[in-house]
């Protein structure tokens, strides 16, 4: 990748800030080979990456690709060669389950990220920016309630696109929420000790490179203690509790708000198919799935307006009263059906970070968001 901002040369920039985590580059040269195409999508390798830029996106100058590039760039320490067991030897054959995608996968979009911070390629707001959207992002997937990150790990050898009846209320997107549990977790171990998430990226790839199912857990216990390891992984990782947003980013001066329900709504996410107005899928305890709605039903009126679009269907719920039901007409299966919905509010969950007046100064957001120097 051209240029000094990205490449690393000298002591400042991507390379270099991801070199410093670990006491060097465990080689002596790695390339990024990016092709321009209709979509992002990045593939590790040993000692490069392959990387497909969207091409509309790059004419609007989107970052994207840095943080891309940032990402498959930790790969070459966090999956090339810091490993799950489970993955040695490689079998290409057949499945190979393991707990740790999130570890692999989040801790690396984590640290892909903040090493934009680290580099001066990104400043603190727009790294909060980013993960205000991964929250909220994970705030609306239903499946948070039921399923673990672990099992959504687990799980990962399930996912069958042909098959995803009701993906967004069965599943946890493990990228997305392992980033975002790796972020609070380093907050709570810096909040806790001296340390920090990077001394436990360290530490195994110091010693444990080939990972055990409890590897992660482990190394963090070494660092900042049993306990603290003990609670958090049994909390966020293997469990479903909520996650402590408020509690530890307040630690760093951030304060956080959540917002819902500030309208009525259909609660579905729909898309129009030959003209048809369809349901791709229903929000958990939203109007649609309330009603009986399911993905892949046609939508074609409610309380009697004839709904072509989602603009037509959002003018149809500023008139309606919440709780009063009225008449929904779908199609299923070539089969027209009249079901009763009674209007809710949108499910829908907004996020706000912010660091601003009023907020005092946080040593702890400083050093978890500093710039290398």
């Known amino acids: ?175 997305n929420k392992g980033e975002i549990v790796a972020a609070l977790l380093d907050l709570t171990i810096r909040s806790a000790t001296e340390k920090s998430l990077d001394d436990v990226m360290r530490s195994i790839w110091r010693e444990s490179r080939e990972l055990q199912e409890d590897a992660i857990e482990r190394a963090v216990a070494n660092v900042a203690g049993a306990e603290l390891a003990r609670d958090f992984f049994a909390r966020y990782v293997d469990g479903t509790e909520p996650l402590p947003y408020e509690e530890l980013l307040e630690r760093a001066a951030v304060a956080f708000d959540s917002a819902s329900g500030e309208r009525l709504a259909l609660g579905a996410k729909l898309k129009t198919i030959d003209g048809l107005l369809m349901i791709e899928n229903v929000t958990g305890d939203g109007s649609a799935m309330e009603a009986g709605l399911l993905p892949g039903d046609e939508l074609i009126a409610i309380d009697g307006a004839r709904t072509t679009s989602d603009d037509d269907v959002e003018r149809v719920f500023e008139s309606l009263s919440e709780g009063e039901a009225v008449p929904a007409v779908i199609a299923r299966a070539g089969v027209v059906q009249i079901r009763a919905m009674l209007p809710r509010r949108d499910p829908h969950v907004s996020i706000t970070l912010r660091v601003g007046a009023g907020l005092r100064p946080s040593h702890m957001r400083e050093a978890w968001l500093r710039r290398d120097e």
């Open 1 to 175: 990748m051209a240029g000094g901002r990205a490449d690393g040369g000298g002591d400042h920039g991507l390379v270099p800030a991801h070199a410093a985590l670990f006491g060097g580059l465990p080689l002596d040269e790695y390339k990024f080979l990016v092709h321009v195409g209709e979509r992002w999508h990045g593939v590790a390798h040993e000692a490069s990456s392959s990387l497909i830029a969207k091409r509309s996106a790059l004419q609007d100058e989107d970052d994207h690709l840095l943080s891309l590039c940032s990402h498959e760039l930790f790969h070459l320490w966090n999956v090339k060669r810091i490993v799950p067991a489970a993955f040695v030897p490689y079998d290409y054959l057949h499945e190979t389950p393991t707990r740790l995608l999130w570890a692999i996968e989040g801790i690396t979009s984590y640290y892909g990220d903040l090493a934009l911070v680290r580099a001066g390629l990104w400043d603190e707001t727009r790294w909060l920016e980013h993960l205000r959207e991964e929250i909220e992002t994970l705030e609306n997937a239903p499946g948070r309630h039921h399923l673990s990150l672990a099992q959504a790990s687990f799980d990962g050898w399930l996912q069958e696109p042909a098959q995803m009846h009701d993906e967004p209320n069965a599943r946890v997107p493990f990228h």
